[in-house]
């Protein structure tokens, strides 16, 4: 396994000016990443685009800045998920992210999580019940999946792409893909999981507080990260354990 890719999550409830922030925040991400962020959300004057992040238009709008490539960030990162470097270089760019927040945007824009693109071989995996899991998943429509939404619902682009949630009671989601890129095979290579970690609960689609994305937080993410990865997700998918998340044991 190796990670991939990489989003920071942030909320907001501006859709005026939309535009005009996403530029800034991508100016000035150059202060600290090799290339700009890329903004991964879609454009609220037209139809929803299925393979991005998706918002509850009257609540709010979920959107996200991402790095496909890590290696891209601070020149070469090493991408092994078990290399203790990397986890050491991710705390750093989010909490550069933190403070990047709270210099650069004076607007209503919540830090509401980091998503990892990792990719997993299924020859990785074996026979592990992930596999069969996301060969069956049914597809949902757009309609249903803002309807049903309780937290952020994130559809990646295809073929293979897997959405994970991992929150702070340490209980873990998986949403089906779209319509549009339900997998009809798995092929050795093209997994990848994508695996949310939310700062905290209270970021909801449907709290309407307000809340001023800080160091703090992002710390509180990173040490979810770490703790996760250190303690629970290798062991889980070597052993074919996670699968009990998803029957909620």
Do not use: W
Request: hydrophobic share 40%; with cysteine; charged share 25%.
């Amino acid at each position: 396994m190796k990670i991939v890719g990489l989003q920071f999550n942030f909320y907001t409830k501006r859709m005026d000016t939309l535009k005009e922030d996403i530029a800034l925040f991508s100016e000035a991400s150059k202060a600290f990443f090799k290339e700009p962020l890329r903004y991964t959300g879609f454009d609220s004057s037209k139809p929803v685009d299925l393979p991005r992040i998706i918002g509850e238009p009257k609540m709010g709008f979920m959107f996200t800045v991402s790095m496909q490539n890590l290696q891209i960030m601070y020149n070469a990162i090493p991408a092994e998920i078990d290399d203790s470097f990397v986890l050491d270089t991710l705390s750093n760019i989010v909490e550069k992210m933190g403070s990047f927040l709270e210099n650069y945007i004076d607007c209503p824009y919540n830090f509401v999580g980091l998503t990892l693109h990792i990719e997993v071989k299924e020859a990785e995996l074996g026979d592990n019940p992930l596999l069969h899991m996301i060969k069956k998943m049914p597809s949902f429509d757009t309609k249903s999946a803002i309807d049903n939404m309780t937290s952020k619902v994130a559809f990646i682009e295809p073929p293979y792409f897997v959405n994970f949630s991992m929150h702070n009671e340490h209980k873990m989601r998986i949403s089906a893909p779209d319509k549009f890129s339900k997998p009809t095979s798995i092929e050795v290579g093209d997994d990848v999981l994508i695996v949310d970690f939310d700062v905290n609960d209270k970021y909801s689609f449907f709290n309407d507080a307000s809340y001023k994305p800080c160091v703090e937080d992002a710390t509180k993410l990173v040490d979810n990260v770490i703790r996760f990865y250190n303690e629970e997700m290798l062991t889980f998918i070597k052993e074919g354990k996670i699968n009990h998340f998803f029957l909620g044991k």
